[in-house]
């Protein structure tokens, strides 16, 4: 059963601050991995997917990587704004069952 | 290009009722699901509809059951209301001619169950 971990569930940086994210799976047989944020009681925004072929993913100050073997990802967020101020959930598809597998997200507060 | 909508944005309903939650996906994606997320929680799956047909259902009584229609929108519709059913409840689309699989949310439809 694909379990999905991240730690810890909440970080508070001033801003300007680079940071890591990070997300670890159980079972490495996934398709494709993708990172989310979420503002409190909206849906999820889709920040980035890494196919499973993948090593990393680019966009603007967002890079996501991800070691498929070691069951491993991680968020990195350049030069942090109060705006970035959400929770980030990592997620991974592995086909079976047609689902996507969350972890319970890291709740990030920049502080100006 | 229409992003996936969600409607009511809110409801409260009773224990016992039933209710139907509506979900649109994107324009040219064929595949929809569903997820219910806690408070504090992550989203956990519930059900996939793909042409019209259930593909895949996660840890879920058969009270949680769901239609997708031609267009490719979908329902989610759940009987015998618990209070532990109170949840935001999210709707992905996808399709299954990509094959990324990337799934895009909706902004979700908050059930109070009192």
């Known amino acids: 059963k694909q379990e999905v971990t991240q730690i810890p569930a909440a970080l508070s940086v001033p801003e300007g601050e680079n940071l890591v994210l990070n997300c670890s799976f159980t079972d490495s047989a996934i398709y494709n991995l993708q990172w989310f944020r979420q503002d409190p009681g909206k849906g999820l925004t889709s920040l980035l997917l890494?196919?499973?072929?993948?090593r990393e993913q680019t966009s603007g100050r967002l890079n996501a990587s991800l070691d498929k073997s070691s069951g491993r990802s991680t968020l990195y967020i350049a030069a942090s704004q109060p705006g970035d101020s959400a929770t980030y959930l990592c997620a991974v598809y592995t086909g079976a069952n047609s689902k996507l597998t969350f972890g319970k997200g890291i709740t990030l507060s920049v502080r100006p | 290009e229409t992003g996936v909508t969600q409607s009511p944005t809110h409801l409260i309903k009773t224990r016992g009722q039933q209710v139907t939650l509506r979900c649109s996906s994107q324009s040219g994606h064929n595949t929809v699901s569903w997820y219910q997320q806690a408070l504090g929680q992550g989203p956990q799956f519930i059900f996939q509809?793909?042409?019209?047909?259930?593909?895949g259902r996660g840890n879920f009584p058969p009270r949680f059951s769901g239609l997708q229609f031609p267009n490719y929108s979908s329902e989610l519709n759940v009987n015998a209301l618990e209070l532990d059913d109170s949840a935001l409840y999210l709707c992905?689309?996808?399709?299954?001619?990509?094959?990324?699989?990337?799934?895009?949310f909706g902004p979700g439809t908050r059930l109070t169950v009192t």
């Open positions: 890494i196919q499973s072929s993948q």
């Open positions: 509809y793909y042409r019209e047909e259930e593909n």
């Open positions: 992905a689309s996808s399709s299954r001619g990509l094959s990324s699989y990337e799934q895009y």
